[in-house]
């Protein structure tokens, strides 16, 4: 070989295991579907907020039943429901929400609100709500924004990722009443299966990935960033997979107990204390039954407590 030419030095391929090759390629499905579009139109929406938008507009139709609503109040009520957690996750965080920075998310919020509402023939509302197996697909696709929400907000994901629903039942705006109304939503009554796994999964991203280096381990040593929102997507869809698949009603009921064990905290708690050490020490004395002037719930005076009389003048 002539000595001007110099030597091209040929790197030996890094073996890697089957393991890791197949969730390099799951991975790269996950971080590229956040720019799916969707498919024959002239210009770019996003694909999952459709499918995200249709899911929750069938729902929607699905408790109105046989009533019929003003579309307006229609309108609103599924937008609460479609970018509601988006909103208050980040006017919390004290920015704008993300649909707002461009056209591609309401285009497609109006189109699957068409497509369920105004569609001759009501085909992709009957496609939808009477197959149950285009419903659990409908569940994966959106296990993928469910990973995107919790994977880019952090412990604000679990509000992104399920403040939707919690937003629209706090409104009333579910479809079964034309009358908004507020109330305690039922998903705080008794937490469903997208708020504990909106929760868990946010908890169990923030020790994946350490990103204030709170604990022992730097940031990011367990996992890549990118490895991390990965896994917080397969979760979604294990959970989704047992509870669908094996009829498992509350994949998170061991968990639960768990940390109410750890924790000393049951599902329920409040009421009237029973007698134990605190009455043995100090005797039981006199329960105060009302609040104090400058408390949180305050100014109840004591309901024993009589009006005094007027004096009677002559």
């Known amino acids: 070989m002539a000595w001007w030419r110099k030597t091209v030095k040929i790197e030996e391929p890094v073996s890697r295991n089957m393991m890791m090759a197949s969730f390099d390629s799951i991975q790269d499905v996950f971080l590229q579907s956040e720019s799916w579009a969707i498919p024959l139109l002239p210009f770019h929406s996003s694909f999952l907020d459709l499918i995200l938008a249709l899911d929750t507009c069938a729902s929607y139709r699905r408790h109105m039943g046989k009533a019929k609503h003003p579309w307006l109040q229609v309108l609103i009520s599924c937008a609460v429901g479609t970018f509601g957690g988006t909103t208050v996750a980040a006017l919390f965080l004290g920015q704008p929400p993300g649909w707002m920075g461009s056209l591609s998310s309401p285009f497609a919020f109006l189109l699957a609100f068409w497509l369920i509402f105004c569609c001759p023939g009501n085909v992709p509302y009957k496609f939808i709500t009477r197959h149950r197996s285009v419903e659990l697909v409908f569940g994966y696709i959106n296990s993928f924004s469910c990973g995107h929400a919790t994977s880019s907000w952090g412990a604000d ?62 940031k ?95």
Request: one cysteine or more; charged letters at 25%; a negative charge.
């Open 220 to 314: 990011d040593a367990l996992l890549t960033h990118d490895q991390a929102r990965t896994c917080i997507w397969l979760l979604w869809v294990f959970v989704l997979s047992v509870h669908e698949l094996l009829k498992v009603e509350n994949p998170w009921e061991w968990l639960t107990r768990l940390v109410g064990v750890c924790f000393l905290c049951p599902d329920e708690i409040g009421g009237a204390p029973e007698d134990g050490v605190y009455e043995m020490v100090f005797g039981k004395g006199e329960k105060v039954t009302h609040d104090a002037a400058l408390s949180g719930f305050g100014f109840d005076k004591k309901d024993d407590e009589k009006k005094k009389p007027s004096k009677k003048t002559d």
């Open 157 to 218: 994901g679990a509000l992104k990722s399920c403040g939707g629903g919690i937003l629209a039942n706090w409104l009333g705006m579910i479809g079964k009443s034309s009358d908004w109304m507020f109330g305690t939503p039922p998903v705080l009554k008794g937490p469903s299966m997208t708020v504990r796994t909106a929760f868990f999964t946010s908890c169990v991203y923030y020790l994946l990935r350490n990103p204030h280096e709170f604990l022992p381990y730097g």
